[in-house]
């Protein structure tokens, strides 16, 4: 389909790719939608037996690709800035300096920084930038680091989100999922690259899981999400849902979950508050439009008032038309991501990943719906 597109498109792969990603918010607005709909055949429960042979399967993909990744992570260095941005900033707070007060030397040639970077960030070949991302990536990627490489914390995120899905599963399809998951070659290409959106995925799987089997540490998780990286406050938009489906105060989980981040993101924050706001957030905002992006902004200019304007009434449609289930908190955050990043300035693969994980995970935590929901009351969990 994309090829046949491409043939027709004066702008080649780029308009293909536009079409088939509008063509996946229309899906996933669908989905939503369909998820208030009954479920005419209930799921047969699963044999002990049968758990078996599915964890077994599970195991046996997680330990082929683990030992994959960590063979080709120790082979390949890519160039790219997402690395040793991580590196060097690890290696600043293991040595007692604050990681948003660092420079770091510029990879890029003159023409590549100006495209790549702010007007002013590179002076005499050092990039004036310390760590782009909330602390949370930067605790994560400590146990990488003192192994050796940061990105065996990126393997180790993925792998650990493919065991909430194992948890979550209900049926044999959910296995399919989970080979889609980690056998997807860009599941390979995020780990070896080093792209911090793999760690903001793990609380998110942790999230879902938490809301439908262990609500009492759901704040905790929610909150570990929300302050994983930026375009992760997307997901307050549908906190309620997750309210609902877990039973609890709406008001007290954004409470609680407020606390958890701020627990997490301050003390880093305000060691040198002007440059933890410079690097999370002005450097993002003043960052130029990038014509390699895969984003509607590369055919035509859209104001960012109008994607906010979209985003919001996605939100407020997820909220009428999907059901109060963990999954729609899920299918919601990936809808208002997908719909933020298509029109945006930069938009690339990572981005489309965290939004076709998040997909996966919604599949998988849907699975167990049994009939038709009671409006603004939380499906039951399969029993596991």
Request: net charge positive; proline share 7%.
């Amino acid at each position: 389909m994309a090829n046949n597109l491409w043939l027709q498109s004066a702008n080649g792969p780029i308009t293909a790719s536009l079409v088939l990603i509008a063509l996946a918010a229309v899906a996933l607005l669908l989905g939503i939608f369909n998820s208030r709909r009954s479920v005419d055949e209930p799921q047969p429960a699963w044999s002990a037996a049968g758990r078996r042979f599915f964890w077994a399967f599970v195991v046996l993909l997680l330990v082929w690709h683990v030992w994959h990744s960590v063979s080709l992570v120790q082979r390949v260095h890519p160039f790219v800035d997402v690395l040793p941005l991580q590196t060097d900033a690890t290696r600043a707070l293991l040595h007692g300096v604050n990681p948003y007060t660092i420079t770091h030397r510029d990879i890029f040639n003159a023409e590549q920084s100006r495209m790549f970077y702010p007007a002013g960030s590179v002076v005499n070949g050092r990039l004036l930038l310390g760590f782009p991302y909330p602390p949370l990536c930067l605790f994560l990627d400590l146990p990488g680091e003192l192994l050796g490489d940061i990105r065996y914390s990126h393997i180790a995120a993925l792998a650990l989100c493919a065991v909430f899905l194992g948890l979550m599963a209900s049926r044999w399809s959910d296995a399919v999922v989970i080979g889609f998951f980690v056998l997807n070659p860009h599941t390979e290409l995020m780990e070896l690259v080093g792209w911090v959106d793999s760690l903001m995925l793990l609380p998110l799987f942790a999230t879902v899981y938490a809301a439908k089997y262990r609500r009492w540490w759901l704040p905790v998780a929610l909150g570990l999400f929300l302050c994983a990286k930026q375009y992760a406050l997307l997901g307050l938009l549908f906190v309620p849902i997750l309210a609902r489906a877990a039973g609890r105060s709406t008001v007290r989980l954004y409470l609680q979950s407020a606390g958890v981040a701020a627990a997490v993101t301050l003390p880093l924050a305000l060691w040198n508050l002007p440059h933890f706001v410079q690097d999370t957030l002005l450097f993002q905002i003043r960052s130029p439009f990038r014509p390699d992006s895969l984003s509607f902004a590369v055919l035509f200019p859209i104001p960012f008032a109008v994607i906010i304007v979209v985003v919001l009434a996605a939100a407020i449609w997820t909220h009428r038309a999907g059901c109060a289930h963990p999954a729609i908190f899920a299918a919601g955050f990936a809808l208002a991501l997908l719909l933020f990043v298509a029109a945006n300035k930069q938009a690339f693969l990572n981005y489309y990943y965290a939004v076709m994980q998040a997909l996966l995970l919604a599949a998988v935590a849907l699975s167990d719906v049994r009939g038709e929901p009671i409006a603004g009351e939380p499906h039951a969990p399969a029993a596991m």
